[in-house]
């Protein structure tokens, strides 16, 4: 995951090639369509467009008397993606909020958190030229509540870890479909507003890239967001974001990667499955590893969700 800096600027010139084709097919099925219909094939039209869905999935398992062993498990997922758009002439303004959250409980064990979530994303941007818009963007993330490791010990909570971030850059949007933002100059502030993650940390270490004794960690870096979707099929779509950033001000050859994938298989209207996967990779976020001699110790390294769920499905 060491990566120097211009990594960031060779994904934003190598992600385009991503989307090209769906952007050629789409170019020229406008065209087709605007020779009947006299409308400008590349026309989105001013004001606003909102989305949202909800979707809840439910596991349960009761056994009595079986023979072949087990618990009875009760588990589930709610997730929400809101996106609300505005646009008028030359100027835009995307939002997007995603909420997720879910548990399990196992026999008479403690319920356990098994997804938590909060994200919102805000961009304005002003059109320079054909599909290049100078934007300004927001973004904050942290999770609802307490979460433990398989020790018992709280290690995390709300706004513990928590991220926002400010950058201003350029913004590269040939279709609805697929956008790139690369920021040079990015701020992002880091926190940790529990004491209690702290416990047991020397006093020049760091929890989440917060040094003991803060709160807080201002950082100051380049910064790269690429969003994809595309429909598949009829009741298939497909959807990947990731964010990179490097932090200028203590080892920028380090990047924080937060890759995304959500696939959505659409049954009917209020039944889908979807399949999403989560990778992260933070060099300040310690986890449990062993060396080669087997001795336990707490380092970085990559993280990897994938959630599949069957269940209900609302569009807002």
Known sequence: ??????????????????????????????????????????????????????????????????????????????????????????????NSLVLAFGGQQIANADPQKTDDRIEL?????????????????????????????????????????????????????????????????????????????????????RVYGVKNGNTTEMELGGYLRFQYKKELAKNITFLTRGDFFSNYLRNPQNIDVTWETLWTFKVNEWFAATLNTMLIYDHDTNLPKTNAEGVPYLGPATQFKETLGIGLSFKL
């Open 1 to 94: 995951m060491k990566r120097s800096l211009p990594l960031l600027i060779s994904l934003a010139t190598a992600l385009p090639a991503m989307a090209q084709n769906d952007v050629d097919k789409g170019a020229r099925d406008a065209a087709h369509s605007s020779m009947q219909t006299a409308v400008p094939p590349d026309t989105v039209p001013d004001g606003w467009r909102k989305s949202g869905i909800i979707n809840i999935n439910m596991t349960q398992v009761n056994l009595t008397n079986w023979a072949a062993g087990g618990f009875n498990t009760v588990s589930g997922i709610a997730m929400f993606n809101g996106t609300a758009n505005w646009k008028k002439g030359r100027k835009a303004w995307d």
């Open 121 to 205: 994303n805000s961009k304005y941007g002003y059109e320079l030229k054909k599909n290049l818009y100078l934007a300004g963007v927001f973004q904050f993330r942290t999770q609802f509540t307490e979460g433990f490791n398989e020790e018992g010990t709280r290690i995390s909570n709300f706004l513990a870890p928590g991220y926002a971030l400010l950058g201003v850059g350029l913004d590269y949007r040939p279709s609805d479909n697929f956008t790139v933002f690369l920021s040079p100059l990015t701020a992002r502030l880091v926190m940790v507003n529990d004491a209690k993650l702290f416990e047991g940390v020397g006093p020049d270490d």
